[in-house]
């Protein structure tokens, strides 16, 4: 197998990874539950629409499109800006406001592009190749990434991606309002990258 074939396969394990999750409503008193599998790189607010149809079989008095919606662990609600596999792994010690009603999927492709954009000026040194997408190719990367369509999102993502000098990397710690901004040299390890960036977090772990 070689360095493409290793590269496909990998990006192959990524797209398709996903976490079991079960979703539970109390409605007076009754315990009403809804399984689901979800992409570890996907977001919750792109499952509420189901969440909505399957609950709204179950309450008469509401109609779920039209109130705000929210999911929590542990009496935490959730961060629902955070891609699903960050949240399994989030200590969800930090709580969040309720307060307020959110357009979930507008403001989702508003956050999605913009971080595409950031991660295309990493690895081109410009948002130009995002930026110059038409509208209809904007749209339909954004219905890919929902629809879980690998095809769509690889034939786009050619259009983005000519080649890789620089992997765009995010990490986010929880609790943390700390946003580090760095360029990075190609023989730079992981490890020195955040024992630089995050010496508080690199110390408190003898391995990385």
Not at 64 to 70: D, E, G, Q, R
Not at 89 to 101: C, I, P, R, V
């Amino acid at each position: 197998m070689n360095d493409i074939d290793n590269l496909a396969e990998i990006k192959k394990k990524l797209w398709n990874g996903s976490i079991n999750v079960k979703i539970l409503l109390n409605i007076e008193d009754q315990i009403i539950e809804y399984l689901l599998t979800i992409p570890r790189n996907s977001y919750f607010p792109t499952v509420f629409p189901q969440l909505i149809r399957y609950f709204q079989n179950f309450i008469t008095t509401i109609e779920l499109s039209k109130v705000p919606i929210w999911l929590e662990f542990e009496e935490v609600p959730l961060k629902w800006n955070l891609p699903v596999g960050v949240l399994v792994h989030n200590s969800f010690n930090e709580k969040l406001a309720g307060d307020g009603q959110i357009d979930y999927m507008k403001t989702m492709n508003r956050i999605l592009m913009n971080q595409l954009k950031q991660s295309c000026f990493v690895l081109n040194g410009t948002a130009k190749p995002i930026m110059q997408l038409s509208e209809a190719n904007t749209n339909q990367l954004w219905k890919s990434l929902i629809s879980r369509n690998l095809g769509d999102f690889n034939v786009l993502n050619k259009k983005i991606i000519k080649t890789i000098d620089r992997i765009p990397v995010k990490i986010y710690i929880a609790g943390s309002p700390i946003v580090v901004q760095a360029p990075i040299s190609k023989d730079q390890t992981l490890q020195e990258i955040l024992s630089l960036h995050t010496p508080n977090l690199s110390s408190s772990s003898s391995s990385i």
